[in-house]
């Protein structure tokens, strides 16, 4: 499976923004998919995930309220909406996949290990 992140760029606090990332390869309605991010200086960290159904997303805390994840199966898509970035939402922001986990079809994985396809990232930077 590989996947294609796009969508960021250069905004101001307050705007918003949305990253797209495609996937290739694989049965795509099959996949957990996620968003991470890494600011410079920081460790990658959970943002946001959708389970392979669509059924249920989750979000850390910090985006909970301005950003909504979501997925087009038919266009092998998963997005991350943004709203009301920021400064501190600057980062490289990266999606990721797993197939999801046959024994436990409810569960949203939500740890960079728990992933085993990446992204290459897409650059978000929000001037104050």
């Known amino acids: 499976v590989q996947l294609q992140a796009s969508g960021g760029g250069l905004v101001q606090a307050g705007d918003s923004l949305r990253l797209s990332c495609v996937a290739s390869?694989?049965?795509?309605?099959?996949?957990?998919l996620g968003w991470f991010r890494q600011a410079p200086g920081n460790a990658r960290e959970f943002v946001a995930a959708v389970r392979w159904d669509g059924g249920n997303t989750f979000y850390a805390d910090s985006v909970a309220g301005r950003f909504s994840i979501s997925r087009d199966n038919a266009k092998n898509t998963v997005y991350l909406g943004m709203y009301s970035l920021r400064p501190d939402d600057t980062a490289i922001y990266f999606c990721?996949?797993?197939?999801?986990?046959?024994?436990?079809?409810?569960?949203?994985?939500?740890?960079?290990?728990?992933?085993?396809?990446w992204g290459q990232g897409t650059l978000v930077t929000v001037s104050s």
């Open positions: 390869g694989g049965t795509f309605s099959t996949y957990n």
């Open positions: 990721a996949a797993r197939t999801s986990y046959p024994n436990i079809p409810w569960y949203i994985p939500r740890t960079q290990r728990e992933y085993n396809y």
